[in-house]
């Protein structure tokens, strides 16, 4: 139950690139050429099982690593949930999991992806436009509101993805990057290798449901561990409240006055004494059920990233995480 390190993500690396064709346009979009297998499964997990001596010491050095459920010595009660985790990034310790290698479908909290991905390919400054694209119908959809020509800056852009969880912003931000939601994808897919979240397979970057679009819990602990590297991730998911000012295609000012969903920094929902979270990431659709990820630490600092997936509904959710975290 102890982690993998960056040199197995070398050899995953070498294996991705080894089928991997990229490009840089002058526009600043980033195209890839990107082969994605569905059926195959060499996570890091099962790439540690097979590890021996020296090879499986520097592969676990770094990331938690379980091939199946771990409760022993826990209380945690998660029968609610279809998958749940709590990892110790610090002594690199799978501390909770159940079924946290399942295929899953995440809902909105691709958005960490979509965040770790605008953070390496993107600048903060950069401007944003949006296409006749952000014009989201699905019922129920999350949206800021966004019309074709409005503009922003990937800092706004990363504040109302991560705290209002809007999927048209998603969407701007995916064109942004990767030039279309395809091209996206594929960057999303090719990084989501590079961490060995390899039982993934991301079709868009906001999360609405889709068959082909799917995470696992353990994968959603890589890419958050990746995404709280940067700063201002870790700045951003900690904001309970955010304002600002945007424009349309004619210059006029537009208001921006966000809150966070997240209900443990809205004082809805309280963590043991002893763990502060940080902040997090929450997701529902029908599909997906009650979602939530939080990154959270304890008195002496150390971090923690802890995952409930497909819980039944909002309390559920929020009882359970509470109980992953009375683990810390």
């Given at each position: 139950?102890?982690?993998?390190?960056?040199?197995?993500?070398?050899?995953?690396?070498?294996?991705?690139?080894?089928?991997?064709?990229?490009?840089?346009?002058?526009?600043?979009?980033?195209?890839?050429?990107?082969?994605?297998?569905?059926?195959?499964n060499?996570?890091?997990?099962?790439?540690?099982?097979?590890?021996?001596?020296?090879?499986?010491?520097?592969?676990?050095?770094?990331?938690?690593?379980?091939?199946?459920?771990?409760?022993?010595?826990?209380?945690?009660?998660?029968s609610?949930?279809?998958?749940?985790?709590?990892?110790?990034?610090?002594s690199?310790?799978?501390?909770?999991?159940?079924?946290?290698?399942?295929?899953?479908?995440?809902?909105?909290?691709?958005?960490?992806?979509?965040?770790?991905?605008?953070?390496k390919?993107?600048?903060?400054?950069?401007?944003?436009?949006?296409?006749?694209?952000?014009?989201?119908?699905?019922?129920?959809?999350?949206?800021?509101?966004?019309?074709?020509?409005?503009?922003?800056?990937?800092?706004?852009?990363?504040?109302?993805?991560?705290?209002?969880?809007?999927?048209?912003?998603?969407v701007m931000?995916?064109?942004?990057?990767?030039?279309?939601?395809?091209?996206?994808?594929?960057?999303?897919?090719?990084?989501?290798?590079?961490?060995?979240?390899?039982?993934?397979?991301?079709?868009?970057?906001?999360?609405?449901?889709d068959?082909?679009?799917?995470?696992t819990?353990?994968?959603?602990?890589?890419?958050?561990?990746?995404?709280?590297?940067?700063?201002?991730?870790?700045?951003?998911?900690?904001?309970?409240?955010?304002?600002?000012?945007?424009?349309?295609?004619?210059?006029?000012?537009?208001?921006?006055?966000?809150?966070?969903?997240?209900?443990?920094?809205?004082?809805?929902?309280f963590?043991?004494?002893?763990?502060?979270?940080?902040?997090?990431k929450?997701?529902?659709?029908?599909?997906?059920?009650?979602?939530?990820?939080?990154?959270?630490?304890?008195?002496?600092?150390?971090?923690?990233?802890?995952?409930?997936l497909?819980?039944?509904?909002?309390?559920?959710?929020?009882?359970?995480?509470?109980?992953?975290?009375?683990?810390i």
């Open positions: 139950m102890r982690c993998t390190n960056k040199f197995i993500s070398r050899l995953l690396a070498a294996a991705v690139v080894a089928s991997m064709a990229l490009s840089l346009t002058a526009c600043g979009a980033k195209e890839f050429s990107f082969a994605y297998d569905r059926n195959r060499n996570s890091s997990y099962s790439t540690a099982s097979r590890a021996r001596g020296e090879t499986l010491d520097a592969f676990s050095a770094e990331l938690c690593v379980t091939t199946g459920d771990v409760t022993e010595g826990t209380q945690a009660d998660m609610q949930a279809t998958a749940a985790g709590l990892f110790d990034i610090s690199h310790k799978v501390i909770y999991a159940k079924n946290i290698h399942e295929k899953l479908n995440p809902a909105s909290l691709t958005k960490i992806m979509t965040a770790l991905c605008a953070l390919y993107g600048n903060l400054d950069d401007v944003l436009t949006a296409s006749a694209n952000v014009n989201i119908t699905e019922s129920g959809a999350v949206k800021l509101g966004l019309k074709e020509g409005d503009t922003m800056t990937m800092d706004q852009a990363l504040h109302a993805l991560l705290l209002k969880s809007a999927n048209d912003v998603a931000i995916a064109e942004h990057i990767g030039g279309s939601v395809e091209g996206f994808a594929e960057i999303m897919n090719k990084e989501a290798n590079l961490l060995g979240a390899t039982n993934s397979h991301f079709v868009n970057p906001h999360g609405l449901t068959p082909n679009h799917y995470t819990a353990y994968d959603l602990y890589l890419i958050c561990n990746a995404a709280v590297k940067y700063d201002k991730f870790v700045e951003t998911i900690h904001t309970s409240t955010y304002a600002s000012i945007y424009h349309d295609k004619d210059g006029n000012e537009k208001t921006i006055d966000l809150s966070t969903t997240n209900a443990y920094l809205k004082g809805e929902a963590a043991p004494d002893n763990v502060t979270v940080i902040g997090g929450t997701g529902t659709t029908n599909a997906a059920g009650s979602c939530l990820l939080i990154y959270s630490k304890n008195t002496d600092g150390n971090p923690y990233i802890s995952i409930v497909q819980a039944a509904d909002r309390t559920v959710m929020y009882q359970e995480m509470t109980a992953l975290l009375d683990e």
